[in-house]
């Protein structure tokens, strides 16, 4: 089928066909695909795609804050 697996959007050409997986992407990877005219299907679940807008919706709202997790055992 010649399908392969692109570890940088940098590898597709216009002549690619690129699918998006199913955890989905930054907006920026979109926004990179259609300036480069590059054809796509996003296949991201939908239950991610909910998670991905509560995440901007809070986000927008300032209800979610990052820090850094020290995850080492001590």
Do not use: W
């Not at 050409?13 to 955890?23: E, L, P, S, Y």
């Not at 996003?42 to 995440?55: A, L, P, R, S």
């Amino acid at each position: 089928l010649g399908v392969k697996i692109i570890d940088s959007l940098s590898s597709a050409t216009a002549n690619d066909f690129v699918m998006i997986r199913a955890h989905g992407e930054p907006p920026e990877t979109y926004d990179y695909l259609i300036s480069k005219g590059i054809e796509f299907r996003d296949c991201t679940c939908f239950n991610v795609i909910k998670i991905h807008e509560k995440v901007e919706e809070y986000s927008n709202k300032n209800l979610i804050t990052t820090h850094k997790v020290n995850t080492s055992m001590q």
